[in-house]
């Protein structure tokens, strides 16, 4: 589905001549009558180094920004990451596959569902296991969830970044009703840690698809006012329009994914074009944006939070009963009751609990379409309860890469919009 | 099986070392001194079309003998196909393989985080700094099996070599060259910068 925009401002922004000067643009809109200052004072031409971050709140954690500035044009901007590197994928070569799942919560964090299931579907991968239907449609509600969140979160805080506030509170103000949601299925709001390999933690809460359905009306409602507010707000889109643009063979080039790719023209999307979950059945559509700028990679993320919301109503209708966990003793514990009573239960539970799941040798690569992107997990095991590699495919680590093409040129004020528009979260840039 | 494997062994005979395949994902092995070659063409080949590097990774198993692991997971946006091309690099040879970088942009951080985690060198890369861990990092290449878990400087150690780091050393020699701030540094804090606390970075220009 390509977007259409309603709206194009023609502001002028700053570029770089073939000098590399910043080239002077007259205030006010174009031909209004304001000319530009012919005789300007040449500056200096001296380059400023600025430092942004790594403790900043425009950087969205700890990131850190060396920027070369010539007056207030970008020219150069090195980024710095590492500053919250946990050696996640070293802790998990020294631990079994369900306790790596703790671990996935903390990188995304904004999204821990999402990483979840990544997780448990490239292990399953691995072991060739067919989980239960109940179990996908759940986990498909937990990606929406996550999705949600996560874009609910990016509108709040690109919205401060570029002098929005409200849009940030009714954000919060609905994230707050998933986190609840969330909290009374797993437990915790933020570090779910809700699949096991083979099946979920926990099956939902009586009264959770009424609960859901109640915050999906009033979160329709809330980004129908954001629309209102935002879309066609000439603030909104002189502040995005034509900033960071990337052209649909610069992001593939790139490797972006997710809607830094999508808001170029690419029409990537994982549930699309190699469906988990059973995703080919839903029917949704993909938004794809045509400038590539930080304005469509906003439109884009609008639409799939649109696009989130019937595939909830979907999912809703067509949960069906049955077990949540495969029936493997492989991989699921077997009933308290049976391991109380029945002696190959007994060895099954102590053989899981004292050895871990046994997953036998081989290499699996399995991605979803988490909200930041591409979000992928790569497995290699020599047969074994620990892997021998656990390497996380960080979409927002591969789109943050493109900072520094797209920013440059650009105002420092420019440079925080596209900086926003990338979607970082630094827990899953550094691991 | 994927086709490619086949076109692949056609097209470059003896550098595609052998083809194998685990859980429906072909992977194949090919030659280290070919492999900027072979991308190029399985990128560029209208056949094959894989344009979009997913990712660059290593593999290093716990066995000590057996070589380690350049993974490339490359995917055809176009044919809506993956293939995963792998280098194998001994240990006691120096790990070092072509970068991808003039094939891929993206390939950038990839291969730094790669050479920040494994020792890999990629030759041709055209900034191969270290990525998450800092530039003086010193304990080695975190993610090699011979890398204990909790690091190989004791704590009080690490503690040590944080306190002694310079507190305004914040910038690379690269970036202080920038701003000309480099020569307003004193000289022992120029000195110490000039043997490499931030790492082996190229001398400003233009000395006074």
Redesign the interface.
Known sequence: MALKRTLDVALGTTTLDEQGRPRTVPLGIQGSGATALEDAPELGGEHMLLNIGPQHPATHGVLRLVVELDGEAVVRVVPHVGYLHSGFEKLGEYRHYNQIIPLTDRMDYLAPMANNVCLAMAVEKLMGLEITERCKVLRVIACEISRIISHLVWLGTTGIDIGAFTPFLWMFQEREKFYNLQEAWTGARLTTSMTRIGGLMADIPDGFEDDLRTILRSLLKVMAEVDRALTRNGIWAGRMQGIGALTGEEAINMSLSGAMLRASGVDYDVRKDRPYLDYETYDFEVPIGEHGDVYDRYLVRFEETLQAIRIFEQALDRLPDGPINVDDHRAILPPKHAAMTSMESMIHHFKQVMEGVQVPAGEAYFSIESPKGELGYYFVSDGTAKPVRWRVRPPTFINLSALPKMSEGHLLSDLIAINASVDIVMGEVDR | MNPSAETLQRQFGSAIRRVTE??D?T?VYVDGDRIREILAWLKDDPGEAY?????I?A????EAGLPIEV?Y?LFS?GR?V?L?VKVTLPKDQPLEVDSVVPL???????ER?VYD?FGITFRGHPDLR?????ETYAEGF??RKD?P?RGRFSRSEQVRQALNAHPEA??SLG??G????YHELPEDMRERLRRGERGQIAAPKGER
């Open positions: 685990s859980c994902r992977i344009n979009y590097l997913v990712d990774t593999v290093e198993y716990r993974v997971e946006l809506k993956p995963r891929w942009a993206g390939a950038d951080w990839l985080e985690m270290r990525i998450l861990m800092w975190p993610l890398f878990l914040h910038y970036e202080l920038i701003a000309e701030s």
